[in-house]
């Protein structure tokens, strides 16, 4: 219980900060767009080469929102030594991971329910199916579990923003492999069962990196 | 003069043979404090004696390379949480996130130590800095006394038994330094166990019972307020920075 409200408390703690300013949220809302609008642009208006390039097109979208939204996620907590501050009280550290991945959860969620309707305007694609949407929920926990971790190794380097990319986009391949091989077979309108080996792949990836992430981060924060 | 004689039965605070390294560096190596219930410890040094690296092993923010440190009896390397619990710690920085406001500030760090009726205890706090007026502003819009008048308060919400404090009084104006040692030093006629790194060797001398002077890691001279006279703290700390230099 008490774990959970430390939790909610750095989750809850992240969010308003962000609102207050919208800093984070506007730039990465708008590089997304931006994203999705530029590939639109190149392949044109044939749909079944749109079809074809769709899902790659999104997942690197959300890929590189992600990477930028994760850069910023521990600079509050450098900045006047809060995450010092956050050491030195009676929680765990898993806790202030749990807590800071679950605000990157809900950012990135936030960012991804704005960009999809975009991308099904301009793709003329719908991307709303139950399918799709497990899809995207699925991966993004997996993303967000291991952009977490990286992001509170990277804070701590002079180039967070070349360092994070290069530690964390080769240990996402495989989740966005599975992903964007599950998008692509349920816009093909293939059944659950057809999709099933790419959501065990996303659901295993998802269950080790939490689980390793969730040990190792006291690791990585502690000097 | 040895520490601790003075001693009751379990210290508040003990090291034994406490060290840290970076790399090759060793900064600090075989520390030996003792601080009893209620006690005020001055630590001085030189610029890289070590003294903001001990300040964040007792705070639980660094791992230690050896040795031991114990707290209320309890061993840091087996009950971390607990010892958090009874801990409050002021450095250079504030711990205060810019775009919250101090009464939000407060409020966060009241859930992670669970503080009951913090609703009330933020307010008292708050009026016992003389930050009332600004409970509600922006931390970014807060001068840097202002600041560190709420991280004061911060340090003393869930009202440890020990408070870890490397130079409390910078950015504060004087009158405030008086009302916030009153906060700091005790609470509910209960005196807290203070372990004060400051480079003020009057200020020091004044507030505290018994003195270390820390330089490359290692304690190199120890005293108590009785024992020792300003000028001879003084010799003993110029010896030290000039050994240094």
Same mark, same amino acid.
Request: aromatic share 8%; hydrophobic share 50%.
């Given at each position: 219980?008490?774990?959970?409200?430390?939790?909610?408390?750095?989750?809850?703690?992240?969010?308003?900060?962000?609102?207050?300013?919208?800093?984070?949220?506007?730039?990465?809302?708008?590089?997304?767009?931006?994203?999705?609008?530029?590939?639109?642009?190149?392949?044109?208006?044939?749909?079944?080469?749109?079809?074809?390039?769709?899902?790659?097109?999104?997942?690197?979208?959300?890929?590189?929102?992600?990477?930028?939204?994760?850069?910023?996620?521990?600079?509050?907590?450098?900045?006047?030594?809060?995450?010092?501050?956050?050491?030195?009280?009676?929680?765990?550290?898993?806790?202030?991971?749990? =807590?800071? #991945?679950? @605000?990157? &959860?809900?950012?990135?969620?936030?960012?991804?329910?704005?960009? %999809?309707? +975009?991308?099904? !305007?301009?793709?003329?694609?719908?991307?709303?199916?139950?399918?799709?949407?497990?899809?995207?929920?699925?991966?993004?926990?997996?993303?967000?579990?291991?952009?977490?971790?990286?992001?509170?190794?990277?804070?701590?380097?002079?180039?967070?923003?070349?360092?994070?990319?290069?530690?964390?986009?080769?240990?996402?391949?495989?989740?966005?492999?599975?992903?964007?091989?599950?998008?692509?077979?349920?816009?093909?309108?293939?059944?659950? =069962?057809? #999709?099933? @080996?790419? &959501?065990?792949?996303?659901?295993?990836?998802?269950?080790?990196? %939490?689980? +390793?992430?969730? !040990?190792?981060?006291?690791?990585?924060?502690?000097? | 003069?040895?520490?601790?004689?003075?001693?009751?039965?379990?210290?508040?605070?003990?090291?034994?043979?406490?060290?840290?390294?970076?790399?090759?560096?060793?900064?600090?190596?075989?520390?030996?404090?003792?601080?009893?219930?209620?006690?005020?410890?001055?630590?001085?040094?030189?610029?890289?004696?070590?003294?903001?690296?001990?300040?964040?092993?007792?705070?639980?923010?660094?791992?230690?390379?050896?040795?031991?440190?114990?707290?209320?009896?309890?061993?840091?390397?087996?009950?971390?949480?607990?010892?958090?619990?009874?801990?409050?710690?002021?450095?250079?920085?504030?711990?205060?996130?810019?775009?919250?406001?101090?009464?939000?500030?407060?409020?966060?760090?009241?859930?992670?130590?669970?503080?009951?009726?913090?609703?009330?205890?933020?307010?008292?706090?708050?009026?016992?800095?003389?930050?009332?007026?600004?409970?509600?502003?922006?931390?970014?819009?807060?001068?840097?006394?202002?600041?560190?008048?709420?991280?004061?308060?911060?340090?003393?919400?869930?009202?440890?038994?020990?408070?870890?404090?490397?130079?409390?009084?910078?950015?504060?104006?004087?009158?405030?330094?008086?009302?916030?040692?009153?906060?700091?030093?005790?609470?509910?006629?209960?005196?807290?166990?203070?372990?004060?790194?400051?480079?003020?060797?009057?200020?020091?001398?004044?507030?505290?019972?018994?003195?270390?002077?820390?330089?490359?890691?290692?304690?190199?001279?120890?005293?108590?307020?009785?024992?020792?006279?300003?000028?001879?703290?003084?010799?003993?700390?110029?010896?030290?920075?000039?050994?240094?230099?």
């Amino acid at each position: 219980m008490k774990f959970w409200r430390s939790v909610l408390a750095i989750a809850y703690k992240d969010l308003l900060s962000e609102m207050r300013t919208r800093e984070t949220i506007s730039s990465v809302v708008v590089f997304a767009l931006l994203v999705i609008v530029i590939f639109n642009f190149a392949f044109g208006g044939n749909t079944e080469q749109m079809r074809l390039v769709a899902p790659g097109i999104l997942w690197v979208t959300f890929a590189f929102a992600g990477v930028l939204s994760l850069t910023r996620a521990f600079i509050p907590e450098k900045e006047e030594g809060c995450l010092d501050g956050l050491m030195v009280a009676p929680i765990g550290r898993d806790a202030i991971y749990v =807590g800071k #991945m679950l @605000s990157s &959860l809900v950012f990135m969620l936030v960012v991804e329910a704005i960009a %999809l309707p +975009v991308f099904t !305007l301009l793709f003329n694609l719908d991307v709303f199916s139950p399918e799709l949407v497990v899809v995207t929920l699925l991966a993004t926990v997996g993303f967000v579990a291991v952009g977490t971790l990286f992001s509170a190794l990277a804070v701590n380097t002079r180039a967070r923003e070349m360092v994070l990319p290069i530690l964390f986009l080769p240990v996402v391949v495989p989740v966005m492999i599975a992903a964007v091989s599950a998008f692509e077979l349920a816009l093909a309108g293939e059944s659950w =069962g057809a #999709m099933s @080996s790419w &959501l065990q792949i996303i659901g295993a990836f998802d269950v080790v990196f %939490l689980v +390793v992430s969730y !040990l190792v981060f006291g690791y990585v924060i502690e000097q | 003069m040895t520490e601790g004689n003075t001693a009751a039965a379990r210290p508040m605070l003990r090291t034994e043979g406490l060290g840290r390294s970076f790399g090759h560096h060793r900064a600090l190596d075989a520390v030996d404090l003792q601080v009893e219930s209620g006690e005020c410890l001055a630590v001085f040094g030189p610029n890289g004696a070590g003294k903001t690296t001990l300040i964040k092993v007792l705070a639980t923010i660094m791992r230690p390379s050896s040795g031991r440190v114990m707290v209320a009896g309890l061993d840091l390397r087996d009950s971390a949480d607990s010892i958090r619990r009874r801990i409050g710690v002021v450095t250079h920085q504030t711990f205060l996130y810019d775009r919250l406001t101090a009464y939000e500030n407060l409020e966060f760090y009241s859930r992670l130590y669970d503080v009951p009726g913090h609703r009330e205890r933020i307010r008292d706090l708050i009026d016992r800095v003389g930050m009332t007026a600004r409970l509600h502003d922006r931390v970014d819009t807060l001068s840097r006394g202002m600041q560190q008048r709420v991280t004061l308060a911060r340090s003393v919400l869930h009202d440890p038994d020990i408070l870890l404090l490397d130079e409390p009084e910078a950015a504060l104006d004087r009158q405030a330094v008086a009302t916030l040692w009153e906060l700091l030093r005790s609470e509910a006629g209960r005196r807290r166990t203070v372990l004060l790194v400051t480079h003020n060797l009057e200020r020091g001398l004044e507030l505290c019972d018994r003195l270390v002077i820390l330089d490359g890691g290692r304690i190199v001279h120890r005293s108590s307020r009785v024992a020792a006279s300003f000028e001879e703290l003084r010799e003993a700390y110029a010896k030290t920075t000039e050994r240094s230099a």
